[in-house]
């Protein structure tokens, strides 16, 4: 019998009764990289693991192991494919190893280079300026002087426009410390250089950017750029949480363009200090496994209390084609209890699912293991959150000036009330066609995010 679709209210009143006061999404399977680890006993392993906590187990295929040579081969295998009107085919689990999940998600850093690019906006447009989009502060690109608006000529000699035409950025994701990546760049005042970028170890910084902006009409805003919801961004949230706040701020900028997601609590954190003491206790998401693990697994996360909570009634959010799972869940949990969210720049990425990851033989799967709903039973968002305002990003303005079409959006509205006139876009709109391609890959399109919603 297939999984069937629970409507949504019905589904969320199941998991406030097992959710208790909140926490988190109960414990996956022990950790098994002890076990034998044969390809054979790998596979065993998977199939198992896939029909007990897989949220499409019942809709998955089940083909016998014995037809693939590989674990990465039946993994793929394994996954739904969209037989069910309700759910798109699954674009977002995989694997990767354990060290790398480790370093990312518990020590908060990674290896690379550190640069992303705008791919995904020129998607089949291989005449079209590809720019740098982000640097990591702390990484080898940064040390390099690679920087937010540099045009890419060539990445290892390979032009911009065959890159685009082949919707090929491999170039920009390391293997290994010391690969080396070499950039053909123009600058803003259009001089050419060659830049040499050693791949390396370095730290995230999931707090990018905090300042207090002021609009035309003299309203003070806080902007806070959230690139990661790790455990990392706690302790500096709560300092410019408080900043602002004494600073006068009468709302927030929260720029989610690049926010892939992270941590289902952190997220919680942060979607808590802007809703203030109106929303404590109350459900900031709720998530709803598979028939199999509902009873021991669906589990409430609650807004929390937050003594230096700005307590907006209004929060601007800055989003993307890359805003996306637990960045989604806290426009969806903000919206929940009543906060009006303006939602400034494009269409978010549409994961309204998440992982409770699970290691095998120096392996870590995080698998599609749950739905994520809102406090009004709210969920879905396949197609992703539509912006209030649309709004298209010039790569050539940095992050954080109020002259960056988003950022100065938002401070439009704040004094109007209303978003700015359109006007010609630097980028042409994507088709449903090219935005499905370009958030296909697991993990990264063009440089920079990964996509997850960690039941933690």
């Known amino acids: 019998m297939p999984l069937q679709p629970r409507p949504l209210l019905a589904a969320l009143s199941t998991a406030l009764l097992l959710g208790a006061c909140g926490g988190g999404g109960g414990d996956a399977p022990a950790n098994a990289s002890g076990g034998e ?28 192991s014995s037809g693939f040579d590989t674990v990465s081969d039946y993994f793929r295998a394994l996954l739904y494919t969209g037989s069910d009107p309700a759910f798109p085919a699954d674009r977002w689990s995989g694997r990767e190893s ?106 995230l910084t999931p707090l990018a950017q905090q300042q207090l902006v002021s609009s035309l009409g003299g309203r003070r805003l806080g902007y806070v750029m959230v690139k990661d919801m790790l455990s990392q961004l706690t302790s500096p949230l709560d300092a410019t949480i408080a900043s602002l706040r004494s600073a006068g701020a009468e709302a927030v900028v929260l720029d989610l363009r690049y926010n892939g997601g992270g941590l289902v609590s952190v997220g919680g954190t942060l979607a808590s200090a802007l809703a203030g003491p109106a929303a404590q206790g109350q459900v900031y998401a709720s998530l709803l ?64 699912v998440g992982f409770l990851p699970s290691a095998r033989c120096g392996t870590t799967y995080s698998v599609v293991n749950f739905e994520s709903v809102n406090a009004r039973g709210q969920g879905r968002y396949f197609d992703g959150l539509s912006a209030t305002c649309r709004v298209t990003e010039d790569f050539r ?55 997850g919603m960690l039941a933690r």
Not at 192 to 200: Q, T, Y
Not at 411 to 424: F, I, V
């Open 397 to 451: 303005q940095p992050l954080g000036n109020a002259a960056e079409p988003l950022l100065a959006a938002a401070l439009q509205h704040a004094d109007t009330g209303a978003c700015p006139a359109a006007g010609a876009d630097r980028a042409m709109p994507l088709s449903a066609r090219q935005r499905s391609e370009g958030l296909t890959r697991p993990w990264q399109d063009d440089g920079g995010e990964r996509r």
């Open 289 to 352: 496994y598979n028939d199999r693990r509902a009873a021991s697994n669906n589990s409430v996360f609650r807004f929390t209390s937050t003594p230096q909570a700005l307590a907006a009634p209004r929060v601007y959010v800055l989003t993307g084609q890359r805003t996306c799972s637990a960045s989604e869940q806290l426009i969806n949990g903000l919206r929940g209890v009543g906060i009006e969210v303006v939602m400034i720049g494009d269409t978010t990425c549409g994961k309204p």
């Open 37 to 64: 680890c044969t390809v054979e006993a790998q596979k065993s392993w998977l199939a198992s693991y896939m029909d007990e906590w897989y949220f499409w187990t019942r809709l998955s295929p089940r083909p016998a």
């Open 98 to 203: 354990t060290e790398s999940y480790n370093r990312f998600f518990g020590d908060g850093q990674t290896l690379g280079y550190g640069v992303a690019v705008a791919g995904l906006e020129v998607t089949g447009q291989p005449g079209r300026p590809l720019y740098v989009r982000y640097v990591e502060a702390l990484s080898p690109a940064a040390a390099a002087g690679v920087r937010r608006g540099d045009e890419v000529l060539a990445l290892n000699s390979r032009s911009a426009a065959d890159l685009i035409a082949a919707n090929d950025f491999a170039a920009l994701t390391a293997n290994a410390a010391g690969d080396a990546l070499q950039l053909r760049l123009r600058s803003a005042d259009g001089t050419e250089r060659s830049v040499s970028v050693l791949a390396g170890i370095y730290a």
